[in-house]
């Protein structure tokens, strides 16, 4: 985190920043963020702020442009119907509601039924506590927990599947293969890497593209892949049907309120205490 303070002190010495603004603050928001990311964010706070015609760049504003960057801005002007503002809540209450059940998984920040950027009609915000570098086999399974609670709550409440699950079934697959082909988290498999080899190019076209592994290997990957995705399907959905009550609250909150960050989840939830364990 330190090193995003300097990153950080450098590019706000270029605005103006209210007196109650801490970047040790902004920098344990954006863990993971690049220095371009940073000076993104800080660029965005201080247009925010110009539009709104303040003296001053205030928390405010660094908290909307670093939602900016992570998700996009805001399209209020894009209309849904009633019946899909229902689906967006209750996927993204699947999202959150796991979020806040699975210790492992990292803390929820904000859940939102407000379009952002090009496609998403919601997102779910959540944000490490520190940068990490390592991840547990643990930690990668709450994650595709709760990347598929959008899905699993949809089907229930439903009884359909939508299009609106398409970033959250790219983002289980990626990480069901790099478990298995990268990171030897397969005990079929064993601990062994079967990453595919670069690709070379010739006037943009595959001349070669080498398989170091038979047929019989590709098969167990994708079954293997196809197995992790769904112990994590199935334990979204045990964990969303436990907690019915808890889904139906969050989802009628965010059809009323449209934004709501953790805390306010964990009230109207009635979880007073975050699941995630402390770091020391």
């Given amino acids: 985190m330190k090193g995003r303070e300097g990153i950080l002190s450098v590019h706000v010495k270029k605005i103006v920043m209210d007196k109650n603004a801490d970047i040790k603050i902004i920098a344990q928001k954006t863990p993971g963020f690049s220095g371009a990311d940073l000076a993104n964010v800080v660029n965005e706070a201080a247009l925010l702020a110009a ?10 504003e660094f908290e909307e442009a670093t939602e900016r960057v992570i998700a996009g801005p805001e399209r209020k002007s894009r209309v849904i119907s009633d019946y899909e503002k229902g689906i967006v809540a209750y996927h993204e209450s699947g999202h959150a509601l796991l979020a806040l059940l699975i210790p492992e998984a990292d803390p929820l920040h904000k859940v939102s039924i407000i379009p952002r950027g090009g496609q998403a009609l919601g997102y779910t915000l959540q944000l490490p506590l520190e940068d990490r570098y390592l991840t547990t086999k643990k930690e990668l399974m709450g994650r595709m927990t709760v990347f598929l609670g959008g899905r699993v709550a949809e089907e229930m409440i439903y009884h359909e599947s939508t299009t609106g699950a398409q970033n959250d079934l790219e983002m289980v697959t990626q990480a069901a293969r790099k478990m298995v082909c990268e990171f030897g988290m397969s005990k079929k498999l064993g601990p ?14 595959d001349i070669t593209r080498e398989k170091h592994y038979s047929e019989k290997i590709a098969l167990d990957i994708d079954s293997e892949v196809r197995s992790l ?9 045990s964990m969303l049907k436990d907690n019915r009550e808890k889904l139906d609250k969050l989802a009628e ?3 009323k309120r449209e934004v709501l960050d953790g805390e306010e989840v964990k009230k109207i939830v009635g979880i007073e205490k975050s699941s995630q364990p402390e770091n020391n």
Avoid: Q, S
């Avoid at 539009?51 to 405010?60: G, L, P, S």
């Avoid at 995705?229 to 959905?237: L, P, Q, S, T, W």
């Fill in 253 to 255: 909150a965010l059809k």
């Fill in 229 to 237: 995705a769904d112990e994590c399907y199935h334990r979204a959905e």
């Fill in 51 to 60: 539009r709104r015609d303040k003296a001053f760049v205030t928390m405010e």
């Fill in 192 to 205: 062994i890497t079967f990453r595919e080899p670069a690709e070379h190019l010739f006037l943009g076209r």
